[in-house]
């Protein structure tokens, strides 16, 4: 998934923004894109090798997904800081890491619209009317 999303970020990059990027892809890079092999995703779940919590816990978000996919979906993960370590000026300062942490963290702690969106509706409803009322 690393790879992959190396390559989908520099060719959207290229396309989209039309920044030229510095990656070279070889032809077999571009083949092996959407290469799926079904025996690694078996022997894998298989074997059952699911990393544990603790050294998942640094990312929480990402860690959960590993979690629940890892043995049959995800092949293998690797751990890293950045997606484009190599560009300084497009990672996050502490602060913007802190701050994006905080809100996935309030994000994940209250997601009524996704999974109660009807009771939000009433509620918004309600207040709606006790508002107008007073």
């Known amino acids: ?3 992959r999303q190396l ?7 290229r396309v989209v923004d039309k920044k ?3 990656r070279v892809f070889s032809t077999f890079d571009l083949m092996d894109l959407f290469k799926v092999s079904p025996s690694v995703l ?3 779940y ?6 544990s919590w603790a050294e998942l816990k640094k990312f929480p978000g990402l860690g959960q997904v590993i979690q629940k996919c890892y043995p049959m979906y995800i092949v293998r993960y690797i751990e890293h800081n950045s997606l484009l ?3 300084p000026n497009q990672q996050l300062t502490e602060q913007e890491q802190d701050q994006a942490m905080d809100e996935y963290l309030y994000e994940a702690n209250t997601d009524k ?6 009771k939000l509706l009433t509620e918004r409803s309600y207040k709606s009317t006790t508002n107008t009322k007073k």
């Open 113 to 118: 619209i996704v999974n109660e969106p009807e």
């Open 85 to 87: 370590l190599d560009d």
């Open 42 to 44: 078996i022997s894998n």
């Open 7 to 13: 390559f989908k970020l520099a060719l959207s990059s």
């Open 1 to 3: 998934v690393y790879n």
């Open 20 to 22: 030229p990027t510095e």
């Open 46 to 51: 298989k074997n059952k090798s699911i990393p």
